[in-house]
DNA sequence: AAAGACTCCAACCGCAAATGG
DNA sequence: GCCATTTGCGGTTGGAGTCTT
């Protein structure tokens, strides 16, 4: 695949015999076969045992990021983007704290998806990626494109996420991830969350309900539950269609018709003079609903100069 | 077509925590 | 309790592939 390895001073055997670098597909046989045999743990024990010249840590990494046969390939999808984004602005960068709530994705792959992606929005914004302002305008205006992504993915499988949400428990696929816990709230408190985190105004992420890795359903943790105790099922209001009518962009990839959308009702952070306001209100949202499930970042930030 | 810039991501590193003797 | 080893985590790197000029 892509990428290759770091400080390879010798593509081959280096003096102290241990290899280095890119792993074979004989070496990815080995140690594959060996686990299978013999399960995992003991790295450099596992090491010797499969006849590889490697370091234990290497084989663990290799195991964990590439072998394991769980591991999830090919694009995040907006649930996982989503979860991700939510799960960050809550956690920081504990990766894999956020991995194991995306089952058979890896910290190393959230983890480069936040820096390739994630952060090079906030360049092009010339923003910290770590600020509060970016923060901000994640959860104003990302995170409700991914929303609105997953419902007209699922609009198109006759069957909505939200719908699926009122009873309460949600079973992920290796596919369709568990959704974020914050969708289980009125729209309204959602990107009131959204968009009030981090700001001056701010409160935590909401997360009356988390996200069970093992079970994949979504399930009540008494200790992570932190606020909007009026958060319900219930669906439908005046947010959703406020969304549903940013949603109403033309399929040719045409201005979105943002007229009369109510940033303050819907509980849009507003952003003082921010550039991301006037963008918008210029009715500069492309929307392209041909895109295959590798959201585009580009479309999320319209108001990017 | 070629060259340079950019993107992606596998695999490395260092450090800290956990575990074992 | 001490030391050595192992495991796990987060940060970083750099080469291959892709895009742009």
Same mark, same amino acid.
């Given at each position: 695949m892509l990428g290759a390895r770091k400080r390879i001073c010798n593509p081959g055997e280096e003096e102290s015999g241990l290899r280095r670098g890119p792993w074979t597909l004989e070496e990815d046989t080995s140690l594959t076969h060996y686990i299978s045999r013999q399960g995992e743990g003991r790295w450099n024990m596992l090491a010797k045992g499969a006849g590889l010249k490697r370091t234990g840590k290497s084989c663990r990494l290799r195991w964990l990021n590439y072998l394991k046969p769980d591991i999830k390939r090919g694009n995040l999808t907006p649930q996982e983007q989503l979860l991700i984004l939510e799960l960050h602005s809550k956690w920081g960068n504990r990766w894999s704290k956020i991995?194991? %709530?995306?089952?058979?994705?890896?910290?190393?792959?959230?983890?480069?998806?936040?820096?390739? =992606? @994630?952060? =090079?929005?906030?360049? %092009?914004?010339?923003?910290?990626?770590?600020? =509060?302002?970016?923060?901000?305008?994640?959860?104003?205006?990302?995170?409700?494109?991914? @929303?609105?992504?997953?419902?007209?993915?699922?609009? *198109?499988?006759? $069957? #909505?996420?939200?719908?699926?949400?009122?009873?309460?428990? @949600?079973?992920?696929? +290796?596919?369709?991830?568990?959704? +974020?816990?914050?969708?289980?709230?009125?729209?309204?408190?959602?990107? #009131? %969350?959204? $968009?009030?985190?981090? *700001?001056?105004? *701010?409160?935590? @992420? #909401? *997360?009356?309900?988390?996200?069970? #890795?093992?079970?994949?359903?979504?399930?009540?943790?008494?200790?992570?539950?932190?606020?909007?105790?009026?958060?319900?099922?219930?669906?439908?209001?005046?947010v959703c269609n406020n969304l549903a009518r940013m949603g109403t962009c033309n399929e040719e990839g045409s201005s979105c018709d943002m007229d009369g959308f109510d940033l303050a009702s819907a509980g849009m952070g507003t952003y003082g003079n921010s550039p991301f306001e006037c963008q918008m209100a210029g009715g500069d949202w492309v929307f392209d609903s041909t895109e295959d499930t590798l959201w585009n970042m580009d479309d999320m930030w319209p108001f990017r100069a």
């Open positions: 991995a194991a %709530h995306l089952p058979g994705r890896t910290d190393n792959e959230i983890k480069n998806y936040w820096r390739t =992606k @994630v952060q =090079k929005e906030a360049r %092009h914004l010339n923003i910290e990626a770590n600020s =509060k302002r970016f923060l901000d305008a994640v959860r104003s205006y990302w995170m409700p494109r991914l @929303v609105q992504k997953m419902e007209q993915a699922s609009y *198109s499988s006759s $069957s #909505t996420i939200l719908d699926s949400l009122d009873n309460r428990e @949600v079973r992920s696929t +290796p596919s369709n991830p568990p959704v +974020p816990n914050s969708l289980l709230c009125p729209p309204e408190s959602r990107f #009131t %969350h959204y $968009s009030n985190l981090g *700001s001056e105004n *701010s409160c935590s @992420v #909401t *997360s009356p309900y988390l996200l069970s #890795t093992n079970s994949n359903t979504i399930s009540q943790q008494p200790d992570e539950i932190l606020e909007t105790p009026s958060c319900s099922p219930l669906l439908g209001d005046s």
